[in-house]
């Protein structure tokens, strides 16, 4: 049972370039979450979507995009990437309100 | 004033310890509430789920809510190293949200680091 895989584990990026997250759930769950983690500041929300072809911002999306095709798949975007986005990037999905969320292990993201 | 506060730690006990974590929150919507456990370079992974006020036990660890002093407690009993993680505490409302649609937003504490050495 996969549960949440997220690809790629690590990456190096230079300023200005571009990438993709990738994320994809088995569990048939309709909310998907993007967090990133830095040290000592918890999780922040990036983007959510609760079904597919419906996303809307969390906290902190700017430098972000997001899309929702199918209910598996949740693909981060970074645009012109800036050191300030180094982090851990986890996505996560549940079922739906009041519901636990599960994670994913995670993308270690450095841009120098 | 954060809308859930969390001790870091770090907390280091010996093996056999009984281990309390504690998160103190303001919002007094929350009705769901979670434990999660991350291992270093893991995701969270889900430990406790608890809906309102009580107690909930599995295995060695027992999750206690007090909404009247919003205040949660995990507890640890007979802690092994196996145990060493950061702990997160989680919870939520049906009708948090972040952005135009409601969808239950997840508040989490900032993580208690916990070592238990042998």
């Known amino acids: 049972n996969a549960g949440v895989t997220q690809t790629p584990k690590f990456r190096i990026l230079k300023i200005g370039q571009s990438m993709t997250l990738q994320c994809a759930q088995d569990?048939?769950?309709?909310?998907m979450y993007w967090y990133r983690q830095d040290p000592g500041m918890g999780l922040k929300l990036i983007y959510y979507?609760?079904?597919?072809?419906?996303?809307d911002k969390g906290e902190v999306p700017n430098g972000y995009n997001v899309s929702r095709s199918t209910t598996e798949d949740f693909p981060l975007r970074l645009e012109l990437a800036a050191p300030s986005q180094t982090s851990v990037y986890f996505c996560?999905?549940?079922?739906?309100?009041?519901?636990?969320?599960?994670f994913g292990d995670g993308t270690r993201l450095s841009i120098l | 004033q954060k809308e859930v506060e969390q001790d870091p730690g770090p907390l280091s006990v010996p093996e056999g310890a009984i281990v309390s974590l504690n998160c103190t929150y303001s919002?007094?919507?929350?009705?769901?509430f979670m434990w999660y456990r991350q291992y270093s370079r893991k995701g969270p992974e889900l430990l406790m789920y608890?809906?309102?006020?009580g107690n909930k036990e599995d295995g060695r660890f027992t999750a206690q809510v007090d909404k009247s002093s919003k205040y949660i407690s995990l507890f640890i009993r007979d802690s092994q190293p196996s145990d060493s993680a950061t702990y997160l505490c989680?919870?939520?409302?049906?009708?948090?949200?972040?952005?135009?649609?409601?969808?239950?937003?997840?508040?989490f504490g900032q993580g208690t680091i916990l070592t238990v050495h042998p």
């Open positions: 608890t809906y309102s006020s």
């Open positions: 996560a999905s549940n079922t739906g309100k009041g519901q636990p969320q599960h």
């Open positions: 979507s609760v079904g597919a072809g419906i996303t």
């Open positions: 989680a919870m939520t409302s049906l009708s948090a949200n972040a952005g135009g649609t409601s969808y239950g937003k997840l508040t």
């Open positions: 569990m048939n769950h309709n909310y």
């Open positions: 919002n007094s919507a929350f009705q769901y």
